[in-house]
């Protein structure tokens, strides 16, 4: 093709103001880096052949062993640089299409490259036909593409005589060393015409410069007069080309075949400009839109994010979106770039109207409640306070018979804290105690019982009549009662210093009690029972005598307490019938097969009383053995082989002497008889104990000067002792087991 440019055309492009070349870019983010190391990170469609599965036309050569992954595009090889699956463009270096006219020879004047059938196009947007050197005109001429038909363009670079690199502008790429033309839309394929000016316009001048004809992309080719100098028509530069899926559009592959369409899950189809269509994620979802596994479109959780969070007050994420709520009295779509959210005006208006009413209605109906509760409380403790005897406690109160405190159950909640599991201070058959401090701050014991006879209400309130004019220092006080409560309350004194059974048994590691404090805590006992049997009104058989109800104080003063299974006795009558009851190991056996309650069941209970006071066991002990579990049977089992003092604590021995315990082991063993008919009363034990501890209490005082006169502490020997004072403590207990006349009683002997 001779084409003849005359010189007044070459002049004015001369004189033509400068153009910036394009300035290079940085790449988009969502485009893949091709790996040639291993062929890796090649997204699909695309895929290495024989490697990984690809679409027809997007398969992908790679050599292992070094250099770029290649992409076969007619005669040409392009060498990958990236691959953009989102944006549907590949980018790779390709080498110079044309190069000639200059002193090393004249080079093919006509050249081309063609992209027809494949799923490629050189891309309009991002690349330019470039032309460097100073003698150079070039045509380009798209004979296919449905844009690019028979489109013609073309440029000229020529450059100042005599050639000077001054005269070019670094940057600039508008004919003076340098010229561009814009590619068309569409272009599958073109041809290049390289012809040289000068011999055009039969100017002849030597110059060592050549001519380069290449297509570039624009963000990545900067002009410099430098290149004129160094064209080797060798250099690669890089190129973009677009590419899309098939010929047809989106509608027409849908309604051929909908099962042939290319895109995965959670992705669109849309239209390439170019022919063909691409595939896109879904709003809201990210990754290969032409995958459906994991590696396709998933979710974008666009709350996980909190220093990019789209919303102004709460961020709930959903599929393929997240919802922005806005809080209560505020409307708007809640995010930052929207409206956010603005305070309803009305809305607050209308709520704390409504909030107001509501208020007034709940506080009203919660009065109403509250009164309403109150007086079913009170008609209930009415109910309960009639049931449970409380007339007849009152008429028995204002007749001045007794004085005795009629408690609310408000005042015994206050003092409990309702009745608290840390007040608890201990649970038995009967029911469960707790401590309390009343408002002038007395410490007091109240006990909630488990269950009571509804049938039984008169007796009920006639033994609590009683028990409230029993006055003793042994026994514990009971000081008032509440009957507002489906079971009565009990009040009791106080006693802050444990039960006996604790001090016995469970001492932890305490001191244990002195066989003069045993013999002083038993013979109180005992007097405070026989003040019980004694009573001239009606006698009480307390039916529950043992060591866990006979209380200490701090003195280590004995009080009874715990009267819950207590019956009284008729004047006229030995004996009341009833259900057995009491504490296994202190339970009278006569009472257990008969049901005859007499003031003898007391007896054997304190008998059982004084044996574990003696030897420091438990009533019933599974550590000994079956014919020995039970400390009665145990005892007459040392007594058969006269071996007792075995039984007996042996720091009792030491303490005591042989003689005394031996006494007290024949009060416990008349106690504990088979036959109540062979049991003393409780009177006449409370004054032979009596009689014993004043003589323990003597005995010790005149001890006591001898042990300093012989300057060390002696002890008395478990089976006695040499010294003169042993002899005058076995001598003396053998008097008061006399009678006046000198006869032995008839219980006998004291050493069994």
Known sequence: MNLRVPLLLLLLLLFLPPQPSSSSSDLNPNVFEADASNCTNIPYPFGVRNLSSFIPGFEIDCNVRGGLPTLSIGTKKLQLLNISVQEGYVRGLLSPLAFGYCSRGLAAPTTGISLEGTPFSFSDTRNKYTVIGCDAMVVFQGPGGSHAHNDIRGCVAFCASPFTQQSMVNGYCSGIGCCQAAVPRGLKSFNASHSSIRNLTHCHVDNSTCSEVFLVDQNDFTFSARDVNTITGSTTRPVVLDWAIGNETCDEVKHRNKSELACGHNSDCYDSPNGGYRCNCSQGYA??????????????????????NPCVWKCINMRGSFHCPCPPGSSGDGKHGGSGCQRDTFLEIGLGVGLS???????????????????????VKQQHFLQNGGLLLQQHVSSREFSARIFTIEELERATDNFDEVNVVGRGGHGTVYRGVLPDQQVVAIKRSKFMDESQIEHFINEVAILFRIRHRNVVRLLGCCLETQIPLLVYEFVSNGSLFQHLHESGGAPPLSWETRLRIAAETAGALA????????????????SANILLDEN???????????????????????????????????????????????????????????????PISFCRSETARNLVAHFYTYLKENNLLNLVDARLVEEAGA???????????TCVALESSERPTMKELAVELSALSRLMKRHAELRRPQEEEDGSSQRLAPHGSGNDVGRDDDAEMHLLWQDDDGSSKSRGNPPL
């Open 287 to 308: 990754g290969n839109p032409y995958l459906s596994t994991t590696q396709g479109c998933t979710d974008i959780d666009e709350c996980s994010y909190p220093h990019s």
């Open 357 to 379: 009413l509501l208020v007034m209605i709940v506080g009203g109906g919660t009065w109403v409640y509250f009164g309403l509760q109150r007086r079913r409380l009170t008609k």
């Open 531 to 546: 003040f019980l049997h004694c009573k001239p009104s009606a006698p009480v058989i307390h039916r529950d005598v043992k």
């Open 556 to 618: 280590y003063t004995a009080k009874v307490s715990d009267f819950g299974a207590s019956r009284l006795v008729p004047l006229n009558q030995t004996h009341v019938t009833t259900l057995v009851q009491g504490t296994l190991g202190y339970l009278d056996p006569e009472y257990f097969h008969t049901s005859q309650l007499t003031e003898k069941s007391d007896v054997y209970s304190f008998g059982v009383v004084l044996l574990e006071l003696l030897t420091s066991e438990k």
């Open 659 to 669: 003689m005394q315990l031996l006494a007290i082991a024949q009060v416990a063993k």
